[in-house]
T-cell receptor, first 114, second 113 residues
Framework: GDSVTQTEGQVALSEEDFLTIHCNYSASGYPALFWYVQYPGEGPQFLFRASRDKEKGSSRGFEATYDKGTTSFHLRKASVQESDSAVYYCALGDHSSGSWQLIFGSGTQLTVMP | EAAVTQSPRNKVAVTGGKVTLSCNQTNNHNNMYWYRQDTGHGLRLIHYSYGAGSTEKGDIPDGYKASRPSQENFSLILELATPSQTSVYFC????????????FGEGTRLSVL
């Protein structure tokens, strides 16, 4: 079945560092790809989505580009802040059934030190 | 403002007891979802719904039932709770037709003793 792999379980950075969180997927069809962010004690918040090869999604300074060739959707940010500390989830979804049934990766805990 | 509200926020249940988790959305979304979150697994889909009266099985439905009596409300029911169902449960609503990605509630922490 379809799956999402996030290779980094934890990432620790200092403020103003460049961030990359890797996300690779395996899917039989042509899914949409999502990034969500979760702060402590809250539910996941939608960051952005991309639906086509080479499409870039972005929000709040974060961005990722859908790459069908490498089956990847890596999250990047040029300069992180302490307030970016959270868990980040990559997900894929196929809406052909009329519903987003998202499949999530295991998440990456980002800690940004001042 | 779009909102998904879950109740209760915390619940302690006994093994073999019945547990009902409730979710209400004010977004007028057609689709609603129940996920559970466990360390190392991310979020996994339990049940989902296309609209009032509809419930569908997700990836891990065993031991769970769902009910969608109205557009706004979607419940998750554990008829015979087990300790393996101790987890954090999230409800979400979304709408493919309006290109709306799922929006999540704040979660319910369930402990089954």
């Amino acid at each position: 079945g379809d799956s999402v792999t996030q290779t980094e379980g934890q990432v620790a950075l200092s403020e103003e560092d460049f961030l990359t969180i890797h996300c690779n997927y395996s899917a039989s069809g042509y899914p949409a790809l999502f990034w969500y962010v979760q702060y402590p004690g809250e539910g996941p918040q939608f960051l952005f989505r991309a639906s086509r090869d080479k499409e870039k999604g972005s929000s709040r300074g974060f961005e990722a580009t859908y790459d069908k060739g490498t089956t990847s959707f890596h999250l990047r940010k040029a300069s992180v802040q302490e307030s970016d500390s959270a868990v980040y989830y990559c997900a894929l979804g196929d809406h052909s059934s009329g519903s987003w049934q998202l499949i999530f990766g295991s998440g990456t805990q980002l800690t940004v030190m001042p | 403002e779009a909102a998904v509200t879950q109740s209760p926020r915390n619940k302690v249940a006994v093994t073999g007891g019945k547990v009902t988790l409730s979710c209400n959305q004010t977004n007028n979304h057609n689709n609603m979802y129940w996920y559970r979150q466990d360390t190392g697994h991310g979020l996994r889909l339990i049940h989902y719904s296309y609209g009032a009266g509809s419930t569908e099985k997700g990836d891990i439905p065993d031991g769970y039932k769902a009910s969608r009596p109205s557009q706004e409300n979607f419940s998750l029911i554990l008829e015979l709770a087990t300790p393996s169902q101790t987890s954090v449960y999230f409800c979400a609503s979304g709408d493919v037709g309006n290109n709306q990605a799922p929006l999540f509630g704040e979660g319910t922490r369930l402990s089954v003793l």
